[in-house]
């Protein structure tokens, strides 16, 4: 699969992560929509890790001659989901809020925002 369409399948299940997981960060918790959404977030970001894992890196420096320093989040994720819903199964709900808000952070904005750097699709979208 080429570089192009990998990057459309990551954007395209990306922004609906982005829309859920801000709308769960601010809608009421432990509610059936809380809980629904959330479940959608969870597989759409695993989704979304995983196609950025076969994705190679473009800019900085490149390990194994396809990995960069961005792939990190993706192993963020795929570690952060199942443990963070894990702990809400135990009930566990402080490590569970802990996690989706390190993930949130992590891999939607600040990962987002590498997006946007010079030599990225985004940035010449919407700079170039």
Known sequence: MSYE???FIH???VVPSFVLGTLNL???KGTN?????GR?????MLFTAVVTLF???????VFLNHFGYIHLFSVL???TIPTAYTAIRRGDVKVHKR??????????IIAGGFTFFPGRYLHEVFFG
């Open 5 to 7: 369409t990998l990057m």
């Open 55 to 61: 994705m190679k890196a473009h800019v900085g420096p």
């Open 40 to 44: 959608i977030y969870m597989i759409l």
């Open 11 to 13: 954007l395209y299940s």
């Open 26 to 28: 601010i809608l009421r």
């Open 99 to 108: 996690k989706m808000i390190l993930l949130y952070f992590g891999a939607l």
């Open 77 to 79: 994720t795929i570690y």
């Open 33 to 37: 929509l809380h809980k629904t959404l």
